[in-house]
C-alpha cells in the first residue's frame, strides 16, 4: 500500500486504471497463508485465519489502521486456523486442525486472556474445521473425523453417525430460521431439530453428496456447494431441489464458499475461479482480470458498511458495491492535480455530467451534477484517499482513485 502513495505523490497528474477493489497481501501487512476464516467482530476489526501456514502467525487483526498478528506461543493453540466464531459475549473463538491428537483444538480470546479447549475437556477429537452459536447460546462445533460437538458453556455432548448424522466429516454448520441445525458431511446435509435427525442426498435431489458449505439467504431458500461427485450449487426452497452448473452461467462447479450481500444477491467462492454474484437471475463472475488479488477464494463475509470481502491464497480482496464494479465510460479521464487539496480538475473525451466523491470505503462524501463537468471544489472534505465516481451525459460510469490533502 505504501508503494502505491509514493506513486501518487510523485506524479501531479495520473491516470489510474479504474476498479473497485482494494487488495491486501502480506506487503501489506495481512498474515501469509490461505486466507479461509473471515469475521468481522462486534467493534468493527477484522479477523483473518489461515489453515495452511504451520511455521508463521495464523490469526490476523486489522482495524482499519494497523495490522496485528498472533501466532502460537503468542496466545493460540496452532498456527492452523480453519474456522472463527465471535460469540455473543464478545469472545473469539478460533478451530485448529492438523495438530497432535489430544492438543488444544480451539482457542478462546477476551480481548486480553486466550484460553482453550481439548479432548481433555470433552472434544471428540483435534480437527475443528466449523463452528456456530446458536440463536439459544449453544455452541456447535464440527470435526473433520469424528462428528459434531454442542457445549452448553458446561458440558460438551459429541453426537456421530451412530446418532444420526450423515456423516463424521462435518465441514459447515447452519442454524436456520426455525432453529434446526444444519451439518454439510461428506455423506450429504444431515439436520437436527434437537431431537430428530434427517438427512438429504443426491437421491432427495442435492447435486453431490459431499457438501463443503451450507447458507440460508434471506429468502429462507437453503443453498449448498458440493464436492463430489458432482461439484455444482443447490437451491432447496422446502420442497423443491435446483440445482445450478456452469450450464447456467457460473465460471466453475468447484465451489468453496458461499455469503449474501445486503441486497439479497449471492455470492460464490469458486474454488480456483474467483467470484461470482447471483442475484436470482443471472450469474456475473469476476477474477483477477478483474481487481480479485488471487482466483482461488475461500472465505466470504459482507461487512457493516456493505463492502464484501474475499479471503483468497493470496490475500484479501475487497469490493464496495455502492460503486458498481466495471467502467462502462471507456474514454479516457484524467483527474488532476492528484494529490489535490481544493479543486479537481477533470478532462475527458466524454461530457461528464455528475461526480459523486466516496470515501475509501464506500461512504458518500460529496455529489455534484451540472452538464460538462471540468471542476469541482473539493476544499470541504477531509484529508484521505477517496473514490470519485464520474457519469457521462450516456449514464456510462467511471472510477479514479484520488488523495485529497
Not at 278 to 304: A, C, K, P, Q, W
Not at 321 to 350: Q, R
Not at 358 to 364: A, D, P, T
Request: proline fraction near 2%; glycine fraction near 10%.
Amino acid at each position: 500500500m505504501k508503494k502505491g502513495l509514493l506513486l501518487f505523490l510523485v506524479f501531479s497528474t495520473i491516470q489510474i486504471q479504474a476498479q473497485t477493489w482494494t487488495n491486501y497481501t502480506s506487503d501489506d501487512g495481512l498474515i501469509p497463508g490461505y486466507i479461509s476464516s473471515l469475521l468481522q467482530d462486534i467493534e468493527g476489526n477484522y479477523w483473518f485465519g489461515d489453515w495452511f501456514e504451520e511455521f508463521s502467525a495464523g490469526i490476523g487483526r486489522f482495524d482499519g489502521v494497523d495490522w496485528t498478528s498472533f501466532a502460537s506461543g503468542d496466545g493460540p493453540a496452532s498456527n492452523r486456523v480453519t474456522t472463527i466464531l465471535q460469540t455473543a459475549s464478545g469472545d473469539i473463538w478460533f478451530g485448529h486442525n492438523f495438530i497432535n491428537p489430544g492438543d488444544d483444538m480451539i482457542s478462546v480470546f477476551d480481548g486480553t486472556i486466550w484460553s482453550y479447549y481439548s479432548t481433555a475437556d470433552g472434544l471428540p477429537v483435534s480437527d475443528v474445521v466449523s463452528m456456530i452459536e446458536a440463536s439459544n447460546g449453544d455452541i456447535w462445533i464440527g470435526t473433520l473425523t469424528e462428528g459434531v460437538s454442542k457445549f452448553d458453556g458446561t458440558t460438551f455432548t459429541n453426537y456421530t453417525s451412530t446418532d444420526g448424522l450423515a456423516c463424521n466429516q462435518v465441514r459447515s454448520i447452519m442454524e436456520d430460521s426455525s432453529g434446526n441445525i444444519w451439518f454439510g458431511t461428506c455423506a450429504g446435509v444431515s439436520v437436527f431439530d434437537g431431537t430428530i435427525w434427517t438427512t438429504y442426498t443426491m437421491d432427495d435431489g442435492l447435486a453431490g453428496n459431499d457438501v463443503f458449505v451450507v447458507l440460508q439467504d434471506s429468502d429462507n431458500d437453503i443453498w449448498f456447494a458440493s464436492f463430489f461427485p458432482d461439484e455444482a450449487l443447490t437451491k432447496f426452497d422446502g420442497t423443491t431441489w435446483t440445482i445450478f452448473t456452469t450450464a447456467d452461467g457460473m465460471t466453475a462447479d468447484y465451489i468453496r464458499a458461499l455469503g449474501e450481500d445486503s441486497d439479497g444477491n449471492l455470492w460464490i467462492g469458486y474454488g480456483e475461479a474467483g467470484v461470482g454474484r447471483f442475484d436470482g437471475t443471472t450469474f456475473t463472475n469476476y477474477d483477477t482480470s478483474d481487481g480479485l488479488v488471487e482466483d482461488h477464494v475461500r472465505s466470504i463475509i459482507e461487512d457493516t458498511d456493505g463492502n464484501l470481502w474475499f479471503g483468497t491464497w493470496g490475500g484479501v480482496s475487497v469490493f464496495n458495491p455502492t460503486l458498481g464494479i466495471f467502467d462502462t465510460l471507456k474514454e479516457e479521464v484524467v483527474l488532476y492535480p492528484n494529490p489535490a487539496s481544493s479543486v479537481l480538475n477533470i478532462t475527458s473525451d466524454a461530457q461528464i455530467n455528475t461526480v459523486a466523491i466516496y470515501s475509501i470505503l464506500g461512504e458518500l462524501a460529496f455529489s455534484y451534477s451540472e452538464e460538462n463537468i471540468t471542476q469541482i471544489d473539493i476544499s470541504t472534505l477531509s484529508q484521505g484517499i477517496y473514490w470519485v465516481k464520474i457519469i457521462d451525459d450516456l449514464d456510462r460510469t467511471g472510477f479514479e482513485k484520488v488523495i485529497i490533502n
